[in-house]
C-alpha cells in the first residue's frame, strides 16, 4: 500500500477485532436485533455458523442459523436460511450482524 493509504472499509468483531465484513457487503442498516440495531450483509468471513433453527421474527418464521466469531467465538448475529414468506426471500443467505457486537475498522 502507499504512503497514507487506507485498506477495505471494515466491520470486525468488538471482542477481538478478527474482520468479519465488508463496508461494501451492506445490504441494508435498518434492521432490528432483540438488542438494538443491526445491518445485514450479503457476505461475511472469518465466522462459524451454529444449527440450523426454526425462528419466529418480527417479520415472520424463517430458518436461521446463530454467526460466531471464528477467532473469539462471540455471538455476532444470525444467518437467514429459509423465508417461508414470498415477500422476506431476499433474506435467504445473507447474515445480520449486530451493531453492539461490530465496530468498523479503516475508516
Not at 65 to 86: I, N
Request: glycine residues 8%.
Amino acid at each position: 500500500m502507499a504512503d497514507g493509504a487506507v485498506g477495505p472499509r471494515l466491520y470486525c468483531c468488538f471482542k477481538c477485532r478478527n474482520p468479519v465484513s465488508c463496508h461494501h457487503d451492506i445490504v441494508s442498516k435498518t434492521f432490528r436485533a432483540n438488542n438494538g440495531r443491526a445491518i445485514l450483509f450479503s457476505h461475511a468471513m472469518n465466522i462459524t455458523l451454529g444449527p440450523k433453527e426454526d425462528s419466529r421474527l418480527i417479520t415472520g418464521v424463517h430458518t436461521i442459523a446463530d454467526v460466531y466469531c471464528s477467532e473469539c467465538g462471540e455471538l455476532l448475529g444470525w444467518k437467514y436460511w429459509k423465508a417461508y414468506e414470498e415477500s422476506q426471500r431476499y433474506k435467504e443467505g445473507k447474515i445480520v450482524l449486530e451493531n453492539r457486537k461490530i465496530v468498523e475498522e479503516n475508516w
